[in-house]
C-alpha cells in the first residue's frame, strides 16, 4: 500500500505502510510508516476513542483556538478554557481579533495537545519523533451575552484553576467587564503517537 505525501521541492514523497492494525469497535487505528530514510521511523500513532478524546478535553489547562475572518485570514490564540457537557468555555478581552472573527465567521477549531517526551535517533533522522496526545475539535462558537450565565461560566472556570483552593466568586458586575464564549463541539477525533511495541 502506497500513501503520498506533499509534492514539494523534493519531489514527490512516497511512504510505504508497512503495518496498519484497525480495531473498529475502541475506533483506533495503529500505523508504523518506512520513510525515504529506509527503515522504520518508529512512529505508532493511536486513534483515540470519542470518549478519550473527551476525557483528554477535561485535564488541560491551555489549548489553541483557531479562527478565520470573512476574507480567509486565519488566527490562532492560545488560551485558558474549561469543558462542561459538550461544550468549550474560554474568556477574554471584550474587543479583539478573535472576538471581530467569531462575529464575521463562526466556526472554529480548537486544539488541545501535551508533549510526552522527544526521541532521538543518531542513525536515522527520520527515526527522531515526538510522543505527544492530540485533540481536535471543530464547531460553532458564540459570544454570551447574559451577565448572570457569564458570572456562572467565569466561576465555573475560576474553580477550575483554583483546584481546591479558595477564590472570590465573580458577581454578574464584574462579568460585564470581559467576554465569554462557549463553543459548541459537533467533531472530534484525537490521537497518540506513542513508543512502538
Known amino acids: 500500500m502506497i500513501v503520498r505525501g506533499f509534492n514539494g521541492a523534493a519531489g514527490d514523497t512516497q511512504v510505504s505502510l508497512t503495518r496498519l492494525i484497525q480495531f473498529t469497535s475502541r ?7 518506512t520513510g525515504s530514510c529506509g527503515g522504520l521511523t518508529g512512529m505508532s500513532v493511536l486513534w483515540m476513542s470519542e470518549s478519550d478524546a473527551y476525557e483528554f478535553l477535561t485535564t488541560q489547562a491551555e489549548g489553541r483556538l483557531a479562527t478565520c475572518d470573512s476574507a480567509g485570514q486565519p488566527y ?26 467569531i462575529a464575521e465567521n463562526n466556526r472554529v477549531c480548537f486544539e488541545v495537545s501535551e508533549t510526552v517526551k522527544l526521541t532521538v535517533n543518531n542513525d536515522r533522522p527520520c527515526a527522531c519523533s515526538t510522543r505527544y496526545t492530540s485533540v481536535l475539535a471543530f464547531g460553532e462558537a458564540r459570544v454570551i451575552s447574559d451577565e448572570a450565565e457569564k458570572a456562572a461560566l467565569l466561576n465555573l472556570l475560576l474553580a477550575r484553576y ?21 463553543v459548541r463541539i459537533d467533531e472530534l477525533s484525537g490521537k497518540k503517537n506513542i513508543d512502538p511495541e
Request: proline fraction near 6%; include cysteine.
Open 27 to 33: 475506533r483506533f487505528l495503529v500505523n508504523r510508516y
Open 76 to 101: 490562532i490564540t492560545p488560551l485558558n478554557y474549561f469543558y462542561r457537557e459538550g461544550k468549550i468555555y474560554f474568556h477574554s478581552k471584550l474587543i479583539g481579533r478573535k472576538l471581530d472573527n
Open 162 to 182: 483554583a483546584a481546591g483552593k479558595p477564590f472570590q466568586p465573580v458577581v454578574n458586575s464584574q462579568a460585564a467587564d470581559c467576554a465569554v464564549v462557549e
